[in-house]
Each structure stands twice: as structure tokens, then as C-alpha cells.
């Protein structure tokens, strides 16, 4: 299935997960610069580039008002979606502004609860959230992993091969128990069968 890459504006060292060919790629306003820098041509650019000063100079263009009820990252989601993608990978969207990393943790939240798989990598770390399913994880051999439970208590939480382990429990939502688990040189694998999960791992 193809993906969604969204390029935000803060910087990125470094793309683990790289576009293939039939990957679509938007552009949310500075995002287009960051783009640009990792020799990437955007399908899409999109924003009302309050952060980079001026529209670029293409014509795949989406224009949006300063005054408005979504970020630019919000917005490229939602056209991800309009286009028939659900599978999304977010790039200079985790850091910076505490406010719009939370959310960026909504708007992943809003992914996964609409059916589709959000990913959105940092240099120092990466989240996901999980919607009545599961995430596995080739063995690492270390770096920290934490689990939480968004909206509600997260029913039939199992965590294999981290340095803590679970077995279907039932994770409140008001709970901290999950923070600063570990890899320990397993593959592993964190599923829930009925809630969401905010799943949070240092980038290797």
C-alpha cells in the first residue's frame, strides 16, 4: 500500500523510512524548504506560510487563511485522506512548539481512531498511536519505548519482549505506568485489543 509522507518545518537529520516510488508527498508550509533539503520534489505543498514568509513558486499549491481551525499539518492530513491514503509518516512535526506536538499527538490519535496508521518521526524520538490492534518492533538491542493509554482505559494490553511485560491489563488512561520501558535485544511486539495506545520510542 502506498503512503503518505508529510514534511513539517522543523529540521530532519536523518529519514529512516524514505518515500518509494507511488508514495505521495505533501509539503505543510517551511516543510517544502525541508523537502527541498532532502532532495525530495513535493506532489503537494500546503500552508498559509505564516513560518516560512512567502508561498513558493509551483503550482501544486494549497493556500490557506493565517485565522484558521487546523495547523498546515492537520491540513495535509486531511488531504492525505482525500486522496485515498491512510497510511501516513510524518516528518518535522516532533519537537519544537510544545503546543502543536500535542497536536501532532491529536492529529495521530485522529488517524488511527479513522482507521488509518499514523507515524511521525524526530531526530531524538518517534510516536504512534494504536487503535484496537498491534505494533511490533525488530530486536533492538537498546533505547527507551513508553506506552499510554489516550481517551479512555485501554482494555487487553499486552507488551512482549521490552524489559517490562504485560499481559492483558487494563491501562487507565490516567496512568503513568507505562513510561520509560526498554528494548532488550528481543523482538517485540505491544497490542490492545479494545482502546488506543500512545506509543512513544527513541529513534535509533
Not at 493556500?63 to 482525500?82: N, P, S, Y
Not at 518521526?121 to 505494533?135: R, Y
Request: contains cysteine; aromatic residues 10%; negative net charge.
Amino acid at each position: 500500500m502506498n503512503r503518505c509522507f508529510i514534511f513539517g518545518a522543523l529540521p530532519v537529520r536523518g529519514m529512516p523510512i524514505k518515500p518509494d516510488e507511488g508514495d505521495f508527498i505533501i509539503a505543510a508550509d517551511k516543510g517544502y524548504d525541508v523537502a527541498l533539503s532532502l532532495g525530495l520534489t513535493p506532489d503537494l505543498v500546503v500552508g498559509d506560510f505564516d513560518s516560512r514568509g512567502a508561498a513558493p513558486d509551483v503550482k501544486n499549491l494549497v493556500r490557506l487563511q493565517i485565522r484558521k481551525d487546523d495547523t498546515d499539518v492537520g491540513h495535509a492530513v486531511e488531504l492525505g485522506f482525500e486522496k485515498g491514503y491512510t497510511d501516513f509518516v510524518v516528518y518535522g512535526a516532533v519537537g519544537g512548539l510544545l503546543d502543536h506536538t500535542f497536536a501532532n499527538i491529536v492529529i495521530a490519535y485522529d488517524i488511527a481512531v479513522r482507521g488509518g496508521t499514523p507515524l511521525f518521526i524526530g531526530d531524538d524520538g518517534c510516536f504512534t498511536v494504536l487503535h484496537n490492534g498491534e505494533k511490533r518492533f525488530p530486536a533492538r538491542k537498546d533505547g527507551r519505548i513508553s506506552v499510554f493509554a489516550l481517551g479512555k482505559a485501554a482494555r487487553g494490553v499486552s507488551i512482549e519482549g521490552l524489559s517490562y511485560e504485560l499481559c492483558d491489563y487494563t491501562l487507565p488512561c490516567t496512568s503513568h505506568i507505562g513510561v520509560s520501558n526498554s528494548f532488550i535485544g528481543k523482538p517485540s511486539r505491544i497490542s490492545v485489543t479494545d482502546g488506543d495506545l500512545l506509543i512513544v520510542w527513541q529513534t535509533e
